[in-house]
Nanobody, 118 residues
Framework: QVQLVESGGGLVQAGGSLRLSCAAS????????MGWYRQTPGKQRELVAS???????NAADSVKGRFTISRDNAKNTVYLQMNSLKPEDTAVYYC????????????WGQGTQVTVSL
């Protein structure tokens, strides 16, 4: 059974930092590209940042220079370090896993709320 369990969300003031973690089980983690997405009510889920199985990263323009994605294959965990948070970063953040070899294998976590106050 595949599980992606996010943690680290919460309430923070603008300008503050949070680090999200996503612990994966039930998959061969090193074969998967991992991503962080976010969603606010009434809007589509959007990609925040991603990291391939080889370690290449990508980030949305809105978070470049502020958010950093990383992975620890030994711990089957992907992280999202979020600095200089803004109120517009408020959303539910979801962890995503996609098998690089069988791209139809896509999994999602349950989401963690991030709220940035003024």
């Amino acid at each position: 059974q595949v599980q992606l369990v996010e943690s680290g969300g919460g309430l923070v003031q603008a300008g503050g930092s949070l680090r999200l973690s996503c612990a994966a089980s039930g998959i061969i983690f090193s074969r998967y590209s991992m991503g962080w997405y976010r969603q606010t009510p009434g809007k589509q889920r959007e990609l925040v940042a991603s990291i391939t199985s080889g370690g290449s990263t990508n980030a949305a323009d809105s978070v470049k220079g502020r958010f950093t994605i990383s992975r620890d294959n030994a711990k089957n965990t992907v992280y999202l370090q979020m600095n200089s948070l803004k109120p517009e970063d408020t959303a539910v953040y979801y962890c995503n896993a996609q098998d690089d070899y069988r791209v139809y294998r896509v999994y999602w976590g349950q989401g963690t709320q991030v709220t940035v106050s003024l």
